[in-house]
């Protein structure tokens, strides 16, 4: 459709999973297509739903999710998504239907694109005879292994005994048993979740927040058994608006505090919206912190029980560090990434924060702690190499020799040039002509191909 114009009148349907790691790039992807002149209705459980007011020209559409307590409580997440996928689809479906039926003439839903974890919105979709595509918040890498469990099950490589965790995993490297997700539940559940949010269903096309160049084997691999479409767009942040996609509070204060730190000075910790650090976890981060000598952008997360950061924190702890630490409970931090003082990561490696962090040419200390955090962290570390990963007991000293380690010493250089490289890589796909770019205009093109053959 060359009239961008007239794609005003076709409403695109994203389905975002309640999770702040995938609402952002949900909310950026709508942010795109509106950009490329798509009506944008974005249909969000009521659980986590995202502010209406940072996205004015998006449609908001609460879907009732009938959620307990018990289904959204913290590290019960495999039992979230069942719930979702069990209570959801009715409720989504009416909801659409009742909108299609109201539409003016001329204005048209033309697909849903869901999140992977959202898998009901496939029932929904061809039940009102709409085409639907699958949207990844994930890397490829950890798709990947994690569709390959099944394989390696029959073939009796799982379960593991612990001695051999460190063995490589055949046909996944650089991945080692270590790095598999095959802890967030029980085997059963895993493979269960694996076979409806991974594997090939129904789905006309697969939208990617990844890269090619720094993907293109695992990618490659989700092509099979049937051909599909597949759109690699990311990292959606560098393409989209910077609207807040935020669903806490952002303390924006520590941009004023690294602005008076000296270039690539400061280590950013945080790990995500989900992991949390014990108490003894803290008190060593806190003194390791402190003896490595860089000025430190801290988030410290504190739980609803606990109203102030300075409470989870060691006695004496901010009369040392005086001004050369800043600690907030939540911050910008894709405008912390970009800030030049910015020179170290300490990470959980999610896939957002590990894009964020890729796109800015920041090295990164890789401490995952769940989820596809292992995958992400050994790309990070071995294949990328823009990484060094943490994988002793989280120890004051420890602590201290590894940042200086990234971020100061002569073993951190090549580690920190790698860093630069990929970012520039990065800078090239989302520009003009760069694989990014192209994927998008190709997955606009797409869209707007539904409404011709209808
Ligand atoms: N984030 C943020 N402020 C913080 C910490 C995190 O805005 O203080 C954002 C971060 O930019 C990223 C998201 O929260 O986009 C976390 O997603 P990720 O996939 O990295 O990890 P998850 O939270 O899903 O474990």
């Known amino acids: 459709m060359e009239n961008q114009g007239l794609r005003k009148c076709l409403h695109v349907v994203l389905v975002p999973a309640p999770l702040q790691g995938h609402i952002s790039p949900m909310l950026q992807l709508g942010d795109v297509l509106h950009s490329k002149g798509f009506s944008i209705i974005v249909a969000h459980t009521i659980f986590n739903s995202p502010n209406p007011s940072n996205h004015p020209e998006f449609i908001f559409l609460p879907i009732s999710d009938n959620l307990s307590d018990h289904d959204t409580s913290p590290g019960n997440l495999l039992a979230l998504f069942k719930s979702i996928n ?6 989504l479906r009416q909801s659409l239907a009742h909108i299609m039926h109201q539409q003016e003439l001329g204005d048209r839903v033309v697909c849903i694109i869901y999140d992977q974890i959202m898998y009901f919105s496939e029932a929904v979709a061809s039940h009102l005879k709409l085409p639907c595509m699958n949207f990844r918040t994930i890397s490829a890498s950890f798709a990947l292994a994690y569709k390959e469990i099944p394989r390696l099950l029959a073939e009796g490589y799982i379960p ?3 001695s051999m965790l460190q ?4 046909g996944l490297f650089p991945l080692r048993f270590t790095d598999m997700p095959t802890d967030i539940g029980s085997l059963e559940d ?3 979740n694996m076979e409806l949010s991974i594997n090939t269903r129904n789905y006309s096309a697969i939208i990617w927040n990844t890269v090619d160049h720094l993907e293109q084997t695992a990618l490659a691999q989700f092509l099979q058994p049937r051909p599909v479409q597949l759109f690699s767009v990311g990292p959606l942040h ?7 996609t935020s669903l806490l509070e952002v303390d924006t204060s520590c941009i004023s505090w690294l602005d008076k730190q000296a270039p690539r000075s400061v280590i950013y910790v945080s790990i995500g919206s989900l992991a949390f650090m014990e108490e003894k976890e803290l008190t060593e981060m ?6 490595s000598g860089q000025p430190f952008l801290w988030v410290v997360r504190t739980g609803s029980e606990c109203d102030s950061e300075w409470k989870l924190l060691p006695k004496g702890f901010k009369e040392t560090i005086g001004e050369r630490g800043c600690i907030v409970k939540w911050a910008p931090q894709r405008k912390v990434l970009a800030h030049d003082a910015v020179g170290g990561f300490w990470s959980h490696c999610g896939w957002n924060s590990t894009l964020e962090s890729l796109s800015e040419g920041v090295p990164m200390i890789c401490w995952p702690c769940l989820g596809d955090q292992k995958v992400n962290a050994r790309y990070i570390s071995h294949e990328w190499k823009v990484g060094q ?14 940042i200086r380690g990234l971020m100061v010493n002569k073993e951190g250089e090549n580690t920190r040039q790698n860093a630069m490289d990929i970012m520039e890589k990065i800078r090239f796909s989302v520009n003009k002509e760069g694989s990014s770019y192209n994927s998008l205009n190709g997955l606009a093109e797409f869209i707007s191909s539904f409404q011709l053959s209808k």
């Open 190 to 192: 895993v493979i269960e």
């Open 286 to 291: 806190a003194w390791g912190l402190a003896s």
């Open 86 to 91: 069990k209570n959801c689809e009715e409720p």
């Open 167 to 170: 063995d490589l995993v055949p």
């Open 238 to 244: 560098k393409m989209a608006s910077p609207s807040s």
């Open 389 to 402: 990963q943490f994988e002793h007991e989280l120890e004051r000293n420890a602590i201290k020799q590894a």
């Open 160 to 162: 593991r005994q612990n």
